[in-house]
């Protein structure tokens, strides 16, 4: 696993916590989902990624 990966979840995380808090602070809660919710797919499809080269790995190395 790239240390890349960790760095990037963890500025995508900060990043959303911001404007959540911000956009709360505005009495702007629906937004500040939705900003949650984008930010936890971008998170996911970068995880789900990740996990696609794993089986291809673990593919090649059993042969499979």
């Known amino acids: 696993m790239e240390i890349?990966?960790?760095f990037?979840?963890?500025g995508i995380?900060?990043?959303v916590s911001v404007?959540?808090?911000?956009?709360?602070r505005a009495?702007?809660?629906?937004?500040?989902m939705m900003t949650t919710l984008a930010g936890l797919i971008?998170?996911?499809m970068l995880?789900?990624?990740?996990?696609g080269e794993?089986?291809?790995?673990v593919k090649s190395v059993f042969g499979l």
């Open 4 to 6: 890349d990966l960790i």
């Open 8 to 10: 990037k979840i963890a």
């Open 13 to 15: 995380g900060i990043i």
């Open 19 to 24: 404007l959540n808090l911000v956009l709360k």
């Open 27 to 32: 009495e702007r809660e629906e937004q500040a």
């Open 42 to 44: 971008v998170v996911l």
């Open 47 to 51: 995880i789900v990624e990740q996990i």
């Open 54 to 57: 794993l089986f291809e790995t």
